[in-house]
């Protein structure tokens, strides 16, 4: 019964932005100014509290397999597997992909020590902008330096993007990973899809 369950609610669940998927594609710009934005769905985050230099911190740390991050912009680990991103000096968010099953090994590495594990999997949607117009489109409205001397690839920060709060990750070169809260995907998604339209009308001499 039990894992007819968990088969059905695997086929109902929705994304925050599946039913933008067709907009996104469809904004794809291609050619030397391309610029595409899509959903990573269903990726796996939990929320890690624990303060540095404590039992609990040490333990967490290890059970991730990458470590802990930190200092602000830090990423432990990377986007190909498990990555945690620092979020305060206490405070962690580890990112896997979908169906890794990581909120109960944490809470067991964890034990009796001070901390949290929380798994905020359904809180964040996660959005993925790629090509070399992605910094331009950031640009348009996000405050934080893109610049790669000052935000290099597997950095991390939170920052705001169309007004509203989101952790910024750039995972390579051309690749940045935008996690607004669920409730803000939709104002997101429409935003960069605005933003990236410049890009596929002619360039003007």
């Not at 039990?2 to 059905?8: D, H, K, S, V, Y």
């Not at 802990?68 to 992909?97: H, I, N, R, Y």
């Amino acid at each position: 019964m039990a894992n007819n369950t968990l088969i059905e609610t695997t086929v109902l669940r929705r994304s925050p932005a599946e039913h933008l998927a067709g907009e996104m594609a469809a904004a794809t710009v291609t050619g030397e100014r391309a610029v595409a934005l899509r959903e990573v769905a269903f990726a796996t985050q939990v929320g890690l509290r624990a303060a540095p230099g404590t039992a609990g911190h040490q333990q967490l740390a290890d059970a991730t397999g990458v470590g802990l991050p930190a200092q602000v912009g830090e990423v432990a680990g990377d986007v190909t597997g498990t990555a945690v991103l620092w979020l305060g000096p206490d405070e962690f968010l580890v990112f896997a992909p979908e169906n890794v099953q990581l909120s109960e090994q944490l809470t067991q590495a964890l034990g009796d020590q001070a901390g949290q594990v929380v798994d905020l999997s359904a809180n964040r949607s996660v959005l993925e902008l790629e090509g070399p117009s992605a910094p331009l489109v950031l640009r348009k409205s996000c405050p934080a330096d893109l610049h790669p001397s000052a935000f290099a690839v597997n950095q991390a920060i939170t920052t705001t993007v169309a007004n509203v709060p989101v952790l910024l990750w750039r995972v390579s070169e051309q690749t940045w990973r935008i996690l607004p809260r669920a409730s803000f995907t939709e104002h997101t998604v429409r935003w960069l899809i605005d933003a990236m339209t410049e890009f596929g009308s002619p360039e003007v001499d």
